[in-house]
């Protein structure tokens, strides 16, 4: 049946009228030439592609396998597959996005758009037809595949001493004659109740609902004061629930946890692709976008606030409260995300010597930054920096695994966009940051995607027939466990990339240089755009029906973001003066989905007792929660960042020699004993395939 609102209708007996005020589908009949193509790239899941001229944008979608949700079927009417168009100049992809890259907005987007109440900026895909290169971000509620975010909360054990208290008292009914003014008669009842309130202050929205709220409670109010220094609401009668927000602001994705803060329970975690990842992939692009673009620091600003109060009334809404009863909060992020995040332009890290504006804890007014879906009187608190590029997400993670306080020296690897090392113990922590890129999380991969489902996360090759398996996300049974249609294989992620090319060493299609083995002759081993690659996933296992591969060129890739990483750990090993780790914690999201084995397998991480390998989930989200909890974490946080020494990469000495052999698989020098019988078996492997290559 077709809906009467649905002007596309044919006319025709017992066909529905056409309702006069809505615009007909519009028809481009515009001189397009199919045989130029332009650049269309999609974030935040990070595809890519040259697309023929006067194809729809989703059409383009459909062809690079970004899932865009479309009701209709591309009837223009049900307002599902709006997208927003990126404007500048992108350096970093080489193109120029426009609007004007598209066919003008037609009268029937308009009427709907208006209808449903969209915001201006966007377009709907499936009316917008690509005359140029263009930049588009899909929103999250457009997308048919939602991204996977993974940074629940881990289990911890905190002490509650929350930043933001609250207090109940009742003042006598006032009387003619009285002298003493409402705000006089409850501060001096605080001081009189609570030692520890005293020179008590007003924030200036509590102290308007003041006359209210003691009248409504009957005399009786909660107020809600921050460090006991100042009231920043007042609650009408007695009122026990305080909500606080740790937000840990990821290069790539952003995780908010709603938490009780006389508890400590999470009451709800929301989590979304950081709305950053349009204006580029890592923190050097973005600051390069800063620099580059007139307005650019503004527009990273304001669509990151704009994604914290949406996080923010999400996860409010999920819990059952309102976002403006959120009383406190305390964020982390990498210095740059820092940056951006209070306005100060992040020029200066990206130049040396890397200085960034504050180390300091910085405390602000939520709506002094345009967090409007906190409480008016809200504050956040934001942890230090430990140096230029090492910021106060691994601050997070100082607090969250505590390597100050341990006798054991310790490795903390935060693996991600910018991987975060930590070395230590009690005596001497040191730190360093290492610019490993984007690629260890799927981007910059010729079939790379972010983790969404469809995504590839597990791979095994067999090294006898060279055929392989794999595990998409939201499928727990192997690839060679299911029929091939049910598969809908769409991509790459970080964690499969890197499962993908230790299994390709280890079978010896690969050698420890990352060259292919050319004497291999197999179906699975083709060329692709003149580059030797690996079929994956053949296309009756795929979305698209194309094959999904690896190539030699993801290969580099991967070598220089794990040769980037690896060799920040050793200088760190060197100037502490250790050979050797007995533990290896990997912190953050990503790292919680890395296998060990094979993250050692090609040397991402130094050699150790693969039972002393372990993830701890999102560890700067979990030391964002423990500094909203307990105040004192906050104090210790300061001291503690001031402590940690900062190892600067050098790019003289054995900088250069380290990462050259870091590149190798698992490395060209530093001995990796714990994967003995993995090395010689792969060495066999190789030697065998070599004599018969000779023999034949």
């Given at each position: 049946?077709?809906?009467?609102?649905?002007p596309?209708?044919?006319?025709?007996p017992?066909?529905?009228?056409?309702h006069?005020?809505i615009?007909?589908?519009?028809v481009?009949?515009?001189a397009?030439?199919?045989?130029?193509?332009?650049?269309?790239i999609?974030?935040?899941?990070?595809?890519?592609?040259?697309?023929?001229?006067?194809?729809?944008?989703?059409?383009?979608?459909?062809?690079?396998?970004?899932g865009?949700?479309?009701?209709?079927?591309g009837r223009?009417?049900?307002?599902?597959c709006?997208?927003?168009?990126?404007?500048?100049?992108f350096g970093r992809?080489g193109?120029?996005?426009?609007?004007?890259h598209?066919?003008?907005?037609?009268?029937?987007?308009l009427?709907?758009?208006?209808?449903r109440?969209?915001?201006?900026?966007?377009?709907?895909?499936?009316?917008a037809?690509?005359?140029?290169?263009?930049?588009v971000?899909v929103?999250?509620?457009?997308q048919?595949h939602?991204?996977?975010?993974?940074?629940?909360?881990?289990e911890?054990?905190?002490?509650?001493?929350?930043g933001?208290r609250k207090y109940?008292?009742?003042?006598?009914?006032?009387?003619?004659?009285q002298?003493?003014?409402?705000?006089?008669?409850?501060m001096?009842?605080?001081?009189?109740r609570?030692?520890?309130?005293?020179?008590?202050?007003?924030?200036?929205?509590?102290?308007?609902?003041?006359?209210?709220?003691l009248r409504?409670?009957?005399?009786g109010?909660?107020?809600?004061v921050w460090?006991?220094?100042?009231i920043?609401?007042?609650?009408?009668g007695?009122r026990?629930?305080a909500v606080g927000?740790?937000?840990?602001?990821?290069?790539?994705s952003?995780?908010a946890?709603?938490?009780?803060?006389?508890?400590g329970r999470?009451?709800?975690?929301?989590a979304m692709?950081n709305?950053?990842?349009?204006?580029?992939?890592?923190?050097?692009?973005?600051?390069?976008y800063?620099?580059?673009?007139?307005?650019?620091?503004?527009r990273?600003?304001?669509?990151?606030i704009?994604?914290?109060?949406?996080?923010a009334a999400?996860a409010?809404?999920r819990a059952?409260?309102?976002a403006?009863?959120?009383?406190?909060?305390?964020?982390v992020?990498?210095?740059t995300?820092h940056?951006i995040l209070l306005?100060f332009?992040?020029?200066?890290?990206?130049?040396?010597?890397f200085?960034?504006?504050?180390?300091?804890?910085?405390?602000?007014?939520a709506?002094d930054?345009?967090l409007?879906a906190?409480?008016p009187?809200?504050?956040?608190?934001v942890?230090?920096?430990e140096?230029g590029f090492?910021g106060?997400?691994n601050?997070?993670?100082?607090?969250a695994?505590?390597?100050?306080?341990?006798d054991?020296?310790v490795l903390?690897?935060?693996?991600?966009?910018?991987?975060?090392?930590?070395?230590?113990?009690?005596?001497?922590?040191l730190?360093?940051?290492?610019?490993?890129?984007?690629?260890?999380?799927?981007?910059?991969?010729l079939?790379?995607?972010?983790a969404?489902?469809g995504?590839?996360?597990?791979?095994?090759?067999?090294?006898?027939?060279l055929?392989?398996?794999?595990?998409?996300?939201?499928e727990?049974r192997w690839s060679?466990e299911?029929?091939?249609e049910?598969?809908g294989a769409r991509?790459?992620?970080?964690?499969?990339?890197i499962e993908?090319i230790?299994?390709?060493?280890?079978?010896g299609?690969?050698?420890?240089s990352?060259r292919?083995?050319?004497?291999?002759?197999?179906?699975?081993?083709?060329?692709h755009?003149?580059?030797?690659?690996?079929v994956?996933?053949?296309p009756?296992?795929?979305?698209?029906?194309d094959a999904?591969?690896?190539?030699?060129?993801?290969?580099?890739?991967?070598?220089l973001?794990?040769?980037?990483?690896?060799?920040?750990?050793?200088?760190?090993m060197?100037?502490?003066?250790v050979?050797?780790?007995?533990?290896?914690?990997?912190?953050?999201a990503?790292?919680?989905?890395?296998?060990?084995e094979r993250?050692?397998t090609?040397?991402?991480i130094?050699?150790?007792?693969?039972?002393?390998?372990?993830?701890?989930?999102?560890?700067?989200g979990?030391?964002?929660?423990?500094?909203?909890?307990?105040?004192?974490?906050?104090?210790?946080?300061?001291?503690?960042a001031?402590?940690?020494?900062?190892i600067?990469?050098?790019?003289e000495g054995?900088?250069?020699?380290?990462?050259?052999?870091a590149?190798?698989?698992?490395?060209?020098?530093?001995?990796?004993?714990?994967?003995?019988?993995?090395l010689?078996?792969a060495a066999?492997r190789r030697?065998?395939?070599?004599r018969?290559?000779?023999t034949a």
């Open positions: 049946m077709v809906s009467s609102e649905d596309s209708s044919t006319s025709g017992g066909a529905p009228r056409r006069p005020r615009p007909p589908v519009n481009h009949d515009g397009f030439d199919p045989a130029r193509e332009h650049t269309v999609f974030q935040p899941s990070g595809r890519r592609g040259t697309i023929p001229e006067g194809a729809t944008l989703l059409e383009a979608a459909r062809r690079l396998g970004v865009i949700e479309s009701i209709c079927g223009q009417t049900c307002s599902k709006y997208v927003r168009i990126e404007a500048g100049s992809y193109i120029e996005s426009t609007e004007a598209l066919t003008p907005i037609g009268e029937r987007e009427y709907y758009r208006e209808k109440g969209l915001p201006e900026g966007i377009r709907y895909s499936c009316d037809c690509v005359l140029g290169d263009v930049l971000t929103p999250e509620e457009s048919a939602k991204q996977i975010i993974r940074k629940s909360a881990t911890r054990a905190i002490e509650i001493n929350p933001v109940y008292v009742e003042i006598p009914e006032p009387h003619l004659g002298s003493s003014a409402d705000a006089d008669s409850v001096a009842e605080l001081a009189a609570f030692p520890e309130l005293h020179d008590l202050t007003f924030d200036y929205p509590a102290l308007r609902d003041l006359q209210f709220a409504a409670g009957n005399w109010i909660t107020v809600s460090n006991e220094r100042e920043v609401r007042v609650e009408p007695y026990e629930v927000l740790a937000v840990d602001i990821g290069t790539t952003v995780a946890y709603l938490c009780d803060l006389r508890t999470v009451l709800a975690t929301e692709m709305p950053q990842v349009s204006y580029g992939d890592d923190i050097m692009s973005r600051i390069s800063t620099m580059e673009e007139d307005g650019g620091l503004d990273l600003h304001t669509v990151i704009a994604g914290l109060n949406d996080l999400r409010a809404a059952g409260i309102e403006s009863e959120i009383i406190d909060a305390v964020f992020g990498n210095s995300m940056h306005g332009h992040p020029r200066y890290l990206g130049l040396a010597p200085v960034p504006a504050v180390f300091s804890p910085v405390d602000f007014r709506r930054l345009g409007h906190l409480n009187g809200a504050w956040v608190h942890l230090p920096l140096a090492v106060a997400d601050m997070g993670v100082v607090l695994e505590e390597p100050h306080e341990q054991e020296i903390i690897i935060d693996v991600g966009t910018n991987g975060e090392i930590l070395l230590g113990n009690r005596e001497r922590l730190c360093a940051s290492s610019p490993t890129g984007p690629a260890l999380e799927g981007a910059q991969i079939f790379g995607m972010r969404a489902p995504a590839i996360e597990r791979v095994r090759v067999d090294p006898a027939t055929e392989a398996r794999f595990k998409v996300i939201g727990d060679d299911l029929p091939p049910q598969l991509g790459i992620c970080g964690s499969g990339i993908a230790a299994e390709l060493w280890k079978a299609i690969v050698d420890d990352g292919w083995t050319s004497s291999l002759v197999h179906p699975r081993l083709i060329e755009d003149g580059l030797p690659a690996y994956l996933a053949w009756g296992q795929t979305a698209l029906g999904i591969l690896v190539s030699i060129a993801d290969v580099r890739a991967i070598q973001a794990k040769a980037a990483l690896y060799t920040g750990v050793r200088i760190l060197g100037y502490r003066g050979a050797a780790v007995g533990r290896i914690i990997l912190a953050g990503f790292g919680s989905y890395i296998d060990p993250a050692m090609i040397g991402l130094p050699d150790c007792d693969l039972g002393q390998v372990y993830a701890v989930g999102n560890a700067a979990d030391g964002a929660r423990i500094a909203l909890l307990n105040k004192a974490r906050r104090v210790e946080a300061a001291r503690v001031r402590w940690v020494e900062h600067t990469m050098p790019l054995d900088f250069q020699e380290i990462f050259m052999n590149l190798a698989f698992p490395n060209a020098a530093d001995p990796f004993p714990h994967l003995e019988p993995i010689a078996e066999r030697s065998t395939r070599e018969s290559a000779v």
